[in-house]
């Protein structure tokens, strides 16, 4: 799986195995998940923090293995911030 994560400050790009997952969600900073919720609907920002992200990332583990290359997620705020996820 490989992790991008780019904002006017910050850049990380990492190769995770799929196994780690949940490890890699929990080094994203805070300050990314503050800055996709500022840009996000209401009923949906609530949705947005590091917690259900790694509830989500535990529950996809075996769907993930069998689907390589799949783009999980693909966001691209206005003013650059960008978060990719393709296994």
């Known amino acids: 799986m490989k992790v991008k ?10 190769p995770v195995p799929v196994s780690l997952a949940g490890w890699a969600v929990r080094w994203i900073p805070e300050k990314v998940f503050e ?17 259900a ?3 989500m990332v535990r529950e996809c583990v ?4 069998e689907n390589k290359g799949l783009e999980m997620v ?9 978060v990719s996820i393709k296994l």
């Open 5 to 14: 994560v780019r904002t006017k400050d910050f850049r990380l790009s990492m």
């Open 35 to 51: 800055k996709m919720r500022e840009n996000t609907p209401a009923p949906y920002s609530a949705l947005l923090t590091k917690e």
């Open 53 to 55: 992200v790694c509830m």
């Open 62 to 65: 075996e769907v993930w293995k």
């Open 74 to 82: 693909h966001v691209e705020a206005q003013d650059g911030t960008f």
